[in-house]
Each structure stands twice: as structure tokens, then as C-alpha cells.
């Protein structure tokens, strides 16, 4: 399985994807896909994205600008693609699989400052594509995967991707031939005029690769029809690949279908023959039974999800695809009303907004704009025994609507919102007071023991859990007895630290804050139990007041 190329030492092999003639053709999807094709026949993968960006990663980017951070494992904020991998591998990630140009920059530059190129010129070659060599073989090493497959992000002939491109075309003289292929993804479009698929934009682009001195050994036409006969011998003569290395990837009613719609035209084994692996039998019976699924619900529900960043889907991308897996589970397909939180201003609007809904949900976010909106809804989630998931800020809100309708603490707050609140009841550590703002998030995985006969342990079967973490403040210990004594349950405690991380009411048919994010752990056909019972308890709700 493992390709031998330097003295005999066994290492990994390398598919690099690159994208051409637009960009958004899904290159992510197709990434994760091939991750999965490959292991569902048994071969060890991991996935990685390089960012030609200049910042170090997305996490203090605007979520219009960049849509989700996901988190991985070890808490690096990485690009949403990454999220992809893992739903489509179930292979968790780390850091290390998500390089910027920031980051790369700023290795050489910290090596620099401390004498590290002793007195030499520091240059973009061999500097910056060594230390993106290094990167590569170092994501094969730290796993021990038996390919690794990297996603170079952009377009190209982009003048920021081209020190990547270099880099990525050396590589395949370190590895060897066998060792190391290139794919390159691009748009075929169909002009409706003349009722064909135009081959002329992506002839161009794999020239602008040539002359990078890359030869893609699969080029992959992202296109709204079938490739017929003559375009694919078009595109194998113009571009010197052969008829089985050009693959149609055609636009699917679901991501989770792209997959299997290029296992059926033959990618897995055009990969496992340029990468000399064994062309087992694929398993992917349960991903085929989950598409299925999820093609032929039997119900359909709406859950509202309330936040400030609704008009790009895509800054809640794990959100709502945690909600589809969790839909599959119960064979229903859920429908998302995107509500803007800053249209909830009072309850009359909650219920013009929120009436339909079979469930509420209320992510993740930073700062105050919209939280009003969040607690009304949470308020009318609460009262009117519409199940409710709160995820890091949805907690939050959820905890300082409780303390300021029900425990009467009148201005509750988080301390991130009015720094003046008489009640601080979501507020800094007091080990993070002073600290400057960046570098104290709590970020990545952290234990929480669950309480016994809670919804939470009920959900997941477990008493000792652990998930990934984004924010910054925390629940007040200082509030602690009186929403113990109240009919807010806090039912998730973080041992280490003495912090709670979820609370439940357990009056309430399913009402559940989580600080942490338990989206990133979801998969389409492993949902997070706390997902899956979420969407379960919506289903039930619809199903009453359809009775
Ligand atoms: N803004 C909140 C905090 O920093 C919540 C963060 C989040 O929802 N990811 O604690």
C-alpha cells in the first residue's frame, strides 16, 4: 500500500488538486470525495488545504467574507473545507492540514529574525516552497496516512497560489512519479445557443499549468451536462491525458451524492492505477443507504435557525449540515428558515417569525448586534415548549434570558455585551481579565462529565464526553446556586476547571445550551446524538400539531 521513494524508508503518496478557469467549482467536495473513495478501499487518508491568503488563518475574519471557521481537535480555526473532509472521511484534523501563506510567511520570518538562514538571502525560492515542501511531507509523516490529499485553494495563474503551484511540482520530483499525481478541476460551460459544452476555457487553463510545468494526469470537467464522445477525446487530445483519466463531475442534487457519481465514472480506479494501489472493492454501502435517505424523507420539517450572519449560509455551514444528518436519522428532510435575529423584537414578532418552526436553533457568534433578537426567541422557545438548541452564544443567550425573566436579575448580561451589567452571569475567567483579546479563547477539545438523567446523557449514552470549543466567556460559577436552585438544570461540567458547559430545562419537551460546538463532530451518516435528538424532538412537536 505504501509507496517506497527515498532509501527504502515506506512514506506516503500525494494527490494534489488544483482548479482552473473559475473558481467555486467545489474543489473542497471533490477533495473529500476522493478522500472517501479511497478509503472506503481500505487506504489511510488525510486531507489538508493550502490558503494563498496572507492571514494566518481564518479566525478573525469576517464571517461574510470567509464563511465558517471550523475547529479542529487540536483547536485550529481552519477554513470550512476542512469541515467537508471530516464529514465525508469521518479522519478528524488538525492544524497542521490547513496552511495559509500567513503562516508560511510566518515561520520563515520568525526563522529569520532568530539567525536561522545565517546571513542568506531569504527568497520565495527555494524559502517559501521548501518550507511549503517541508509542510506536505510533514502532513504524511505526522499521520502516517498512505496518501495524503491537498487542495490548493484558488485558482490557477493567481498570482498569490503560485509559490504553492511551485512547490507542488517539485514535490513530485522528491516522491517520484508513482508517488505523487496532480488533478485539475474545471468548468466545461454549456452554451445554450449552440447546445454544447465548451472544452476552449479549460484547454487554456491546463496550458497556463503546463506552462508551470505541471502535467494534471486527471482533469476533472465540473459541467451541467454529460460529457459526450468527441468532447472527452477533445479534451484527451488537446490536454495529453487518457480517456480514463477524464472525469465528468456533473452537478448533484446533494453534495453527499458527488462521490458516488465519480465512483461510477471511474475515478477510484483511475487513482488507485496512476498511484499503483491495490483497486479493492470500495465499501460504500452505508454512504449509498444515507443518500438514499436522505432522497426519500418521509416527513419534512422547519427548524428556524436565529442569528446575524443568515444571508451566507455558508457562515453556519456545519450547523446546518449537522441538521440534515440529524434529518436523515429520522428519515426527515429539514427545511432551515434563516432568521435574521435583529427582526425579532419582541414577542408578537417571535411569533410571526417563529410560529411555523418545529424547532429553534441559535449558533455560534461574537458581539452584540442581534442578541436582543436571540433572546426573545429563546424566550418564546422556552414558553411556548418549542424544543431549543443553543450552541456557544445560543447557551449564552439562553442562560441570560433565564436569569432576566425567570431568576428577575433585571439587566442580566454577558460581560461581552455591557461590560457595566449589575449581573455578570456569562463573564470572563477571572485567569483572563487584562489579558489582551487575542490568545484567550478556549479552543479545541475539552472533557465535560454529563449529569446523570439528564437530556445530554440521554443523548449521547456516555457520562465523559469531549468536544471543540470556540469563545471566550464562560458561565458565572457565581450564579451557580441559583440556577441550581431554579428549573434551569446545569447538566455538563467541565472537570478540569470547575466549568459548565451545558444547561438544560428539564421541564421542557427538549430545550439544550451547549457551550461548545458539537456541529463540528456531526457526520451525514453519524449524526451528533445532540443533533440527532434535537431534530428528533422538533419531529415529534410537528407531528403533534399536525394530529
Ligand atoms: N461570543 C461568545 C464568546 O466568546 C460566544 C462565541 C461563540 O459562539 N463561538 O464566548
Not at 422 to 451: N, Y
Request: hydrophobic content about 35%; proline content about 5%; some cysteine.
Amino acid at each position: 500500500m505504501h509507496g517506497r521513494y527515498s532509501g527504502g524508508i515506506m512514506k506516503a503518496k500525494f494527490i494534489f488538486i488544483t482548479g482552473g478557469v473559475v473558481s467555486s467549482l467545489g474543489k473542497g467536495i471533490t477533495a473529500a470525495s476522493i478522500g472517501l473513495l479511497l478509503k472506503s478501499r481500505g487506504v489511510k487518508v488525510v486531507n489538508q488545504k493550502f490558503d494563498p491568503y496572507l492571514n494566518i488563518d481564518p479566525g478573525t475574519m469576517n464571517p461574510y467574507q470567509h464563511g465558517e471557521v471550523f475547529v479542529t481537535v487540536d483547536g485550529g480555526e481552519t477554513d470550512l473545507d476542512l469541515g467537508h473532509y471530516e464529514r465525508f472521511t469521518d479522519v478528524p484534523l488538525h492544524r497542521f492540514n490547513n496552511t495559509t501563506a500567513g503562516k508560511v510567511y510566518l515561520s520563515i520570518l520568525d526563522r529569520e529574525r532568530s539567525g536561522g538562514y545565517q546571513g542568506n538571502t531569504v527568497q520565495v525560492i527555494p524559502h517559501v516552497t521548501d518550507e511549503i515542501k517541508s509542510r506536505i511531507l510533514k502532513t504524511g509523516e505526522e499521520t502516517g496516512a498512505d496518501v495524503v490529499i491537498t487542495e490548493v485553494g484558488g485558482t490557477v495563474g493567481d498570482i498569490e497560489s503560485l509559490p504553492f503551484i511551485e512547490a507542488i511540482r517539485q514535490i513530485k520530483y522528491t516522491v517520484g512519479k508513482d508517488n505523487c499525481i496532480f488533478i485539475h478541476l474545471g468548468l466545461l460551460p454549456y452554451l445554450k445557443e449552440c447546445g454544447e459544452l465548451k472544452t476552449k476555457p479549460m484547454q487554456h487553463s491546463v496550458k497556463e499549468l503546463l506552462g508551470f510545468g505541471i502535467q494534471p494526469d486527471i482533469i476533472m470537467c465540473r459541467s451541467e451536462k454529460p460529457l459526450t464522445k468527441s468532447i472527452r477525446e477533445k479534451l484527451g487530445l488537446f490536454c495529453n491525458v487518457g480517456q480514463n483519466a477524464i472525469i465528468e463531475n456533473l452537478s448533484a442534487k446533494s453534495i453527499y451524492e458527488v462521490p458516488l457519481m465519480l465512483e461510477n465514472e471511474g475515478l477510484g480506479k483511475t487513482l488507485c492505477s496512476l498511484l499503483d494501489l491495490p483497486n479493492s472493492e470500495p465499501d460504500l454501502a452505508d454512504w449509498k443507504e444515507m443518500v438514499r435517505r436522505y432522497y426519500h424523507p418521509e416527513k419534512e420539517i422547519t427548524i428556524a435557525l436565529v442569528g446575524k450572519y443568515v444571508e451566507l449560509h455558508d457562515a453556519y455551514l456545519s450547523v446546518a449540515e449537522a441538521l440534515t444528518a440529524g434529518g436523515i436519522h429520522h428519515s426527515a428532510r429539514v427545511k432551515i428558515d434563516w432568521i435574521d435575529s435583529e427582526r425579532i423584537t419582541d414577542l408578537d414578532k417571535a411569533e410571526e417569525l417563529l410560529g411555523k418552526a418545529a424547532g429553534i436553533i441559535v449558533p455560534g457568534g461574537f458581539g452584540d448586534r442581534g442578541t436582543a433578537g436571540m433572546m426573545v426567541a429563546a424566550r418564546y422557545a422556552r414558553e411556548n415548549k418549542v424544543p431549543y438548541f443553543g450552541i456557544c452564544l445560543g447557551m449564552q443567550i439562553a442562560v441570560i434570558e433565564f436569569a432576566r425573566n425567570v431568576l428577575s436579575l433585571a439587566d442580566a448580561n454577558s460581560s461581552e455585551f455591557n461590560q457595566q451589567t449589575p449581573h455578570p452571569v456569562i463573564d470572563l475567567m477571572p485567569d483572563q481579565q487584562g489579558v489582551k483579546l487575542g490568545g484567550t479563547l478556549r479552543l479545541g477539545e475539552f472533557r465535560c462529565v454529563l449529569a446523570e438523567g439528564s437530556k445530554a446523557e440521554k443523548a449521547y449514552r456516555l457520562h465523559d464526553i469531549v468536544e471543540r470549543h470556540r469563545h471566550r466567556y464562560e458561565f458565572n460559577n457565581l450564579y451557580r446556586d441559583s440556577f441550581e436552585q431554579s428549573e434551569m438544570a446545569l447538566t455538563g461540567r467541565n472537570p478540569e476547571r470547575n466549568l459548565v458547559e451545558i444547561v438544560e430545562l428539564p421541564a421542557h419537551p427538549w430545550f439544550v445550551g451547549v457551550q461548545f460546538h458539537p456541529e463540528f463532530a456531526s457526520r451525514p451518516n453519524k449524526p451528533h446524538p445532540l443533533f440527532r435528538d434535537f431534530v428528533g424532538a422538533a419531529v415529534e412537536k410537528s407531528a403533534k400539531a399536525k394530529a
